[in-house]
Nanobody, 115 residues
Framework: QVQLVESGGGLVQAGGSLRLSCTAS????????MGWYRQAQGKERELVAL???????NIEDSVKGRLTISIDNAKNTVHLQMNGLKYEDTAVYFC?????????WGQGTQVTVSS
């Protein structure tokens, strides 16, 4: 069984920072990439940032320059440092793990940015 444990969400004022973390544990192997998606109320889930185990990143344009993604391959952990948060960043953020055979999703952590 695979578990994705997310942490770091919360309430922050506009311009503030948060750091999301996600650790994959259990019977998981062959990880290709880890990252984050988000879903705002009434909207579809969208990619925020992905990072491969070799360090290649794919970051959504609206968050470039404000969000930094990093991976710790030894710990199967991905971090998302979010700076300069905006009201429109408010959403549920879902951890995502892509392996050779399966994709895994976390349960989501709420990020709320007050204006």
């Amino acid at each position: 069984q695979v578990q994705l444990v997310e942490s770091g969400g919360g309430l922050v004022q506009a311009g503030g920072s948060l750091r999301l973390s996600c650790t994959a544990s259990g019977s998981i192997w062959g990880i290709n990439a880890m990252g984050w998606y988000r879903q705002a109320q009434g909207k579809e889930r969208e990619l925020v940032a992905l990072i491969s185990t070799s360090g290649t990143t794919n970051i959504e344009d609206s968050v470039k320059g404000r969000l930094t993604i990093s991976i710790d391959n030894a710990k199967n952990t991905v971090h998302l440092q979010m700076n300069g948060l905006k009201y429109e960043d408010t959403a549920v953020y879902f951890c995502f793990v892509n392996t050779l055979f399966h994709n895994y999703w976390g349960q989501g952590t709420q990020v709320t940015v007050s204006s």
